[in-house]
């Protein structure tokens, strides 16, 4: 019982301090204090986030290559985009199917190709990426290669906050229990897994379902604040991109990804003023961390209150 | 009443056959041993039993069904259990962890309920959490819970594979050279703890041993492999006489 109160008191502070940070930027940005630049990379970041934790659920905590995460973002943004431009419905409604249309692909996507391991399923993956690519590239009714120009800006600060931290929520949530001690059994020892009673083939196809639905919401809320979606945005590239933010954080650590998917974000916006370096500083501060760092910023473990404590009581 | 019949197994991995006209019973609360020198099939056994392997032919009856061809979860929820020859444990997750995976098949709310945290999630979760603290306690590694697996030294490894193996709560428990590794002192008390735990869980046991000496002494009966069929079957005293089996082990006198 007192176990439960604790939980109590913590869930009650989270909620405070995350209502204390909402509450902050969205002051911020109705002040006018916070430019259209540094709107553009508050978005970025926090679509980053959703990103970054949604791909270590598969690759972190699974333990499964994927390389397709951009492919199943793509989905997200072009259904969402079809539901509030094409036919006029509200973005709610956009964000909701978006999401179902994804976990939709991921799963019709997960269950032949997860039989595959290792290197298999990353080159699986990343076809899969490229063929929705190509395919969208080839469909007239969203403007093939030209793309979609000229999208409702929609993703505002609540929408774009709620989501990210839905996505947490759900995907720390389930990391933390049963069901995520199975999906982390996986990563483990597929074998021994699968011996003690665990469907691992279930489980992985749940991991994959649920990484590709939260891509597929991140896709949503990048098509409705950019304007413009095209093909081109969703290539192995930006699948890559979200790779490097997962393994610099650590893969299986949650915390690590959110982190990594901020420093980057970060990183990106700040060398942008020097663009003909920028490329060489963000492949050596990869080697540099891989070297030094080789399991991520935060390897598997996550940074919690019990971090803090330690780090508190070694200092005493 | 047997609790399990192999009638007629056959493996074989390209043109190696493994197992051929493999026969085999065990009943209800025994404790069996399987030996046979290196390379006989002994393990080949285990897996076409737990079914990380498919058989080729014939058929495994476990509680008057047949399971073979069955997958590894599936024959786990029916009642089987299994340690392995190299240790298998999940390396990067607490001891405690280890043992509640493998309550997981029974695991009391759904996936619903886990993202929501409602108050049943709580619940559940402090019986998961006691049930896997009961094993922990009969293997002496309570005090061990927040450890990461790997940092275990080895003989509470092999302990925490047992404790693990029977949270998934088996009425036959295979332990593949639970002892292998260990030293004489080590496996006196191993085996007296399993003695126990098959007294006190109601367990029938089968048992690959490497080592003759030590199956003598705890099983009641004892099946000899070589070259992928059985050779002798029989009381330990008859099986130390056999000739069959000195032959395996040692070789053919010469004339």
Request: glycine fraction near 8%; aromatic fraction near 10%; charged fraction near 15%.
């Amino acid at each position: 019982m007192q176990e439960y109160k604790n939980n109590w008191a913590r869930f009650c502070g989270e909620v405070l301090i995350l209502a204390a940070l909402f509450t902050l930027v969205q002051y911020l940005i109705t002040a006018g204090l916070l430019d259209q630049y540094y709107q553009i990379n508050l978005t970025s970041m926090f679509i980053n986030i959703i990103l970054a934790v949604s791909l270590n659920l598969i690759n972190g905590f699974t333990g499964q290559l994927s390389l397709g995460h951009a492919g199943f973002m793509a989905v997200g943004a072009y259904t969402s985009v079809i539901l509030t431009q094409m036919l006029g419905q509200p973005f709610i409604v956009g964000l909701i199917v978006a999401c179902m249309v994804s976990a939709l692909a991921g799963f019709i996507i997960g269950v032949p190709t997860l039989r595959l391991k290792g290197d298999y399923l990353a080159i699986a993956t990343l076809a899969f990426g490229e063929i929705i690519r190509v395919i969208l590239q080839n469909i007239d009714y969203v403007n093939g290669p030209a793309g979609i120009l000229g999208i409702t800006k929609m993703t505002t600060w609540p929408w774009l906050f709620g989501a990210t931290i839905l996505t947490i929520v759900v995907i720390v949530n389930l990391i933390n229990s049963s069901y995520g001690r199975a999906i982390i059994s996986v990563r483990e020892d597929e074998v021994a897994s699968e011996l003690m009673g665990v469907n691992t083939t279930t489980y992985k196809v749940l991991a994959f379902v649920f990484g590709a639905m939260f891509a597929g919401l991140a896709g949503a809320l990048y098509a409705h604040f950019f304007y413009i979606i095209k093909p081109e945005t969703f290539n192995f590239l930006k699948s890559f991109d979200i790779l490097v933010m997962v393994v610099l954080g650590g893969l299986g650590s949650t915390t690590g990804a959110i982190i990594a998917a901020v420093f980057i974000t970060a990183l990106t916006a700040a060398l942008q003023a020097f663009p003909a370096i920028r490329m060489i500083l963000y492949a050596l501060i990869l080697i540099i961390v891989m070297i030094f760092r080789p399991q991520g910023l935060m390897g598997n473990k996550e940074l919690s209150r019990q971090t803090f404590g330690k780090i508190w009581s070694g200092r005493k | 009443m047997s609790l399990i019949e192999i009638q007629n197994l056959y493996k074989s991995f390209g043109g190696l056959s493994a197992v051929q006209d493999f026969n085999f019973r065990l009943d209800k609360g025994e404790l069996v041993g399987l030996i046979g020198p290196n390379g006989a099939g002994k393990t080949t056994v285990f897996n076409l039993i737990t079914g990380v392997y498919k058989p080729d032919k014939g058929s495994i009856i476990f509680n008057e069904k047949n399971i073979a061809g069955m997958p590894p979860y599936t024959i786990c929820a029916r009642g089987i259990a299994r340690t392995f020859q190299n240790i298998r444990l999940f390396n990067d997750l607490t001891v405690l962890d280890n043992v509640k995976i493998a309550a997981h098949k029974d695991v009391p709310y759904g996936l619903l309920t886990s993202i929501l945290r409602t108050p049943s999630f709580f619940k559940g979760e402090a019986m998961i959490e006691q049930e896997a603290m009961k094993y922990l306690e009969i293997f002496k590694l309570a005090d061990k819970k927040d450890e990461l697996a790997k940092n275990l030294p080895y003989g509470e490894q092999r302990r925490l594979e047992i404790a693990r193996a029977l949270a998934t709560k088996p009425t036959l428990l295979i332990l593949d050279e639970p002892a292998a590794g260990m030293n004489p002192n080590e496996t006196k008390k191993l085996m007296e703890l399993i003695e126990w735990i098959r007294k006190d869980f109601d367990l029938s046991i089968l048992l690959i041993e490497h080592d003759m000496s030590l199956v003598m002494g705890v099983c009641e009966r004892i099946y000899v492999l070589d070259y992928g069929s059985i050779i002798a079957e029989g009381l330990p005293v008859e099986i130390r006489n056999n000739k069959k089996v000195i032959e395996a082990y040692l070789g053919e006198e010469v004339e």
